[in-house]
């Protein structure tokens, strides 16, 4: 038996269970999700465009913005300071703080080891995008 409180009610939620038909049959529930996680692969395909979108193309520098980066890697190079550089890494901008060991012209490629670690790192000239000098 159903109290008075309740007998008007229309939204069965705001009903306690105890009081609620035990005859109703209570639906999927998660079940009808279970289909789309049969496919992993096309999951995983899905997640992959989503993160696509938000790539971007590589940066195209002027003439003079070439010039003023190359000044201020030997100006590194020569005074030996640390440097943040910022560069294009599969479709995305990185960041890393290095000092420069060698700058090949001939590949067109840097070579400097990640301050606060052991490791050295190999960037194309073409990657780079920003400079940040003086960096402590």
Do not use: C
């Not at 409180?5 to 049959?25: G, S």
């Not at 899905?46 to 003439?63: A, C, F, G």
Request: avoid cysteine.
């Amino acid at each position: 038996m159903i109290p008075k409180q309740y007998q008007n009610e229309t939204d069965y939620r705001k009903i306690p269970r105890e009081f609620l038909n035990p005859h109703i049959p209570q639906g999927r529930g998660m079940v009808k999700w279970a289909p789309f996680a049969t496919l992993p692969e096309q999951f995983e395909a899905i997640q992959q465009y989503i993160t696509d979108q938000n790539k971007i193309d590589r940066p195209l520098l002027s003439d003079d913005q070439l010039n003023e980066l190359n000044s201020q890697l030997h100006r590194a190079l020569h005074d030996d300071a640390t440097i943040l550089i910022e560069y294009f890494q599969d479709g995305w901008l990185a960041t890393v703080q290095l000092r420069i060991k060698h700058i090949d012209l001939l590949h067109m490629t840097l070579e400097g080891n990640i301050m606060g670690t052991t490791r050295s790192i190999k960037l194309s000239l073409y990657d780079i995008t920003k400079i940040i000098e003086d960096v402590i």
